[in-house]
């Protein structure tokens, strides 16, 4: 009997499901991108398995384009993420963050 692919429960993103999920890091609300660094349509398949596994989850209804899919990061998908690799930061005092918001002033 063939073995499957892979797990139904997995607990971390594939790297192809990482690098999109990261792209949300930094985006209002999470929202995930439609196309890829180069253009290219971010594949169904990755979006369908990241929405099933909940690491994203539809936003809203595009009307002038109901197929594509518009999502966004979940708090799962930031947990999923920080246990593989993505965003994770050394804790800081808080002057960072304070020369950070300086900065925006």
């Known amino acids: 009997m063939a073995k499957p692919r892979r797990s139904p429960s997995r607990s971390a993103p594939s790297d192809v499901q ?5 792209r949300g890091l930094d985006q209002p609300g999470g929202k995930l991108p439609l196309f890829d660094e180069r253009g290219q349509r971010v594949k169904k398949a990755t979006v369908e398995a990241c929405l099933k596994a909940g690491w994203a989850e539809r936003w809203f209804d595009n009307p002038l384009k109901p197929d594509w899919l518009v999502c966004r990061l979940t708090e799962a ?3 999923a993420l920080n246990g593989h690799g993505g965003n ?3 804790p800081t005092d808080g002057a960072e963050d304070d020369a950070r918001q300086g900065a925006l002033i």
């Open 88 to 90: 994770e930061e050394a």
């Open 18 to 22: 990482g690098a999109w999920l990261r």
């Open 77 to 79: 998908g930031q947990v």
